[in-house]
């Protein structure tokens, strides 16, 4: 059974740094992208970024509204993906999910999320 | 504003069959057949319940189906049943490497 663990969230000021973790259970996880997706409260879904597999050179994709302050990286020997999050604004404020990419389809395995609060 | 276009919210009866719709563009619902479909209960996470524009997951019943044509992608739900009471979202990769969500659609079974 897959499953996906995020951690690492909680509260933090406006401009400061947070590293969430995703572990990674169940299958081959170097085989596989990784993605995140956020969802403000009381808002809808939105993407963050992806990395691919170490077969695909392990490049990584980002949405514009955190390219520049976000990087994903991944750690296949350990199975954990990581979301480095930098400069953070109020507006980053969301439960954050981490996923496994298959094919094309970005959100076939899902944590049960990540609350980061971001408020001073 | 989100890239892709859905209704707000559809309601139907016990039984009864409803679509959702979710317009993109040329760049991403229309590009490819990369259109995933989330189901989103109420303080849950989303469920994958269709993925390449018509292909449901193991274990996901066969009342959920999907189609597409040209811009516009669907999601069918036959005999609604209670459970189906969710929030459901429509996503797309993009010709841009990236993906976009559809600001989703709350779904009442009346």
């Known amino acids: 059974e897959v499953q996906l663990v995020e951690s690492g969230g909680g509260l933090v000021k406006p401009g400061r740094s947070l590293r969430l973790s995703c572990t990674a259970s169940g299958f081959i996880f170097g085989d596989y992208a990784m993605n995140w997706f956020r969802q403000a409260p009381g808002r809808g879904l939105e993407w963050v970024g992806f990395?691919?597999?170490?077969?695909?050179?392990?490049?990584?994709e980002y949405a514009a509204s955190v390219k520049g302050r976000f990087t994903i990286s991944r750690d296949d020997s350990k199975s954990i993906a990581y979301l480095q999050m930098n400069s953070l604004k109020t507006e980053d404020t969301a439960v954050y999910y981490c996923?496994?990419?298959?094919?094309?389809?970005?959100?076939?395995?899902w944590g049960q999320g990540i609350l980061v609060t971001v408020s001073s | 504003q989100s890239a892709l276009t859905q209704p707000a919210s559809v309601s139907g009866s016990p039984g009864q069959s409803i679509t959702i719709s979710c317009t993109g563009t040329?760049?991403?619902?229309?590009?490819?057949?990369?259109v995933s479909w989330y189901q989103q209960p109420p303080g849950k996470a989303p469920k994958l319940m269709i993925y390449d524009v018509s292909k449901r997951p193991s274990g996901v019943s066969n009342r959920f189906s999907g189609s597409k044509s040209g811009n516009t992608a669907s999601l069918t739900i036959s005999g609604l049943q209670a459970e189906d009471e969710a929030d459901y979202y429509c996503s797309s990769y993009t010709t841009s490497n990236s993906v976009v969500f559809g600001g989703g659609t709350e779904l009442t079974v009346l």
């Open positions: 996923t496994r990419v298959v094919g094309y389809t970005f959100g076939t395995d």
């Open positions: 040329s760049s991403d619902v229309g590009a490819y057949n990369y």
């Open positions: 990395i691919r597999s170490k077969t695909y050179g392990g490049t990584t």
